[in-house]
């Protein structure tokens, strides 16, 4: 079936650099969202992208839809402590269902 | 406008037993799926519905079941209960059957089976 590479699997960084994170899949989706989930809390809605090449922005995270359809990297700048938690990418192919990569778990040092 | 709300929040069921879980959408929202979240599985894909329609369903044993109401409502029934049932189930609800606006989460219920 089809499945979502996501790396790193954790970060240790500190306050004020930037992350990147991103995404793989073995097949075309046509929509790539970025969550991000705090223990015990459902995962939130960060970015959602639904065209090939699509670059969006939401304070300081910017997501990418990759050209070729089967990627997408999210990038935080100046990160700060309260950017600690388990972000997650998913993917939906067409007409298919919305699956999950394993997350990046983000560690941030003050 | 209110989000997607999960309940109950916390359920501990014995080994055998069944559990219903429900789930909210949002005011407006046709579509709403449902997942298993495990630390060592990630989040897995069990079923998404569509005005009351089941459009996909993932790859877990038929113990694991849902349904949709008219209102939009769903519930997830989970039938002769193992200890590796044990996760956090979500629900998200999306406005389109595609998913076109995204898909909003709810908390979750955390089931622990003893």
């Known amino acids: 079936g089809q499945q979502l590479n996501q790396s790193p699997q954790s970060m240790f960084i500190q306050e004020g650099e930037d992350v990147s994170m991103n995404c793989t899949s073995s097949s075309i989706f046509n929509t790539w969202l970025w969550y991000k989930q705090d223990p015990g809390e459902g995962p939130v809605l960060l970015i959602a992208?639904?065209?090939?090449?699509e670059l969006t922005s939401n304070g300081r995270l910017t997501a990418q839809f990759g050209i070729t359809r089967k990627d997408s990297f999210l990038n935080i700048s100046a990160s700060i402590p309260s950017d600690v938690g388990i972000y997650f990418c998913a993917g939906r192919p067409p007409g298919g269902k919305l699956i999950f990569g394993q997350g990046t778990e983000l560690s941030v040092k003050p | 406008k209110a989000g997607v709300t999960q309940t109950p929040r916390y359920l501990i069921k014995t080994r055998g037993q069944q559990v219903t879980l429900s789930c909210s959408p949002i005011s407006g929202h046709r579509s709403v799926s449902w997942y298993q979240q495990t630390p060592g599985q990630g989040l897995q894909f069990l079923f998404e519905?569509?005005?009351?329609?089941?459009?996909n369903k993932g790859n877990f044993p038929g113990r694991f079941s849902g349904r949709q109401f008219s209102n939009s409502r769903s519930e997830m029934n989970v039938s002769t209960l193992e200890l590796g049932d044990s996760a956090l189930y979500l629900c998200?609800?999306?406005?389109?059957?595609?998913?076109?606006?995204?898909?909003?989460f709810g908390s979750g219920t955390r089931l622990t089976v003893v």
């Open positions: 992208l639904y065209k090939a090449g």
């Open positions: 998200a609800s999306s406005g389109g059957a595609g998913g076109e606006d995204g898909y909003t």
């Open positions: 519905y569509f005005s009351e329609t089941q459009r």
